[in-house]
Nanobody, 126 residues
């Protein structure tokens, strides 16, 4: 069964850090582009960051640059999102996604991605 399962979400104070994990099962992440998206209350889902299947290309949203780092551990079949300097605007449900042999097109359209996690809530308190 193909599955992506996020973990690591929770409540964090303004300025704090959090690391999200996304474990894949039923397929190998190393053949896939990996990405994180988020959806804040009342807003559309938006891309956060992406690394291509080859690792040669990547994309990050403007708000993520310098604060969020996407990575993968192929031996664990897991991807991560390290977030720092968190702000209340970062409160959202965060989703991981994977695209077979993907290249991380600019803006990482959701329709490019084949598999999705169920989401994990991140709440930043002021």
């Amino acid at each position: 069964q193909v599955q992506l399962v996020e973990s690591g979400g929770g409540l964090v104070q303004f300025g704090g850090s959090l690391r999200l994990s996304c474990a894949a099962s039923g397929f190998s992440l190393d053949q896939h582009a990996i990405a994180w998206f988020r959806q804040a209350p009342g807003k559309e889902r938006e891309g956060v960051a992406c690394i291509s299947s080859s690792g040669a290309s990547s994309w990050s949203a403007a708000f993520a640059k310098g604060r969020f780092t996407i990575s993968r551990a192929n031996n664990e079949n897991t991807m991560y999102l390290q977030m720092s300097s968190l702000d209340t605007d970062d409160t959202a449900v965060y989703y991981c996604a994977a695209e077979y042999l993907g290249g991380c097109r600019r803006g990482i359209p959701e329709t490019d991605f084949d598999y999705w996690g169920q989401g994990t809530q991140v709440t930043v308190s002021s």
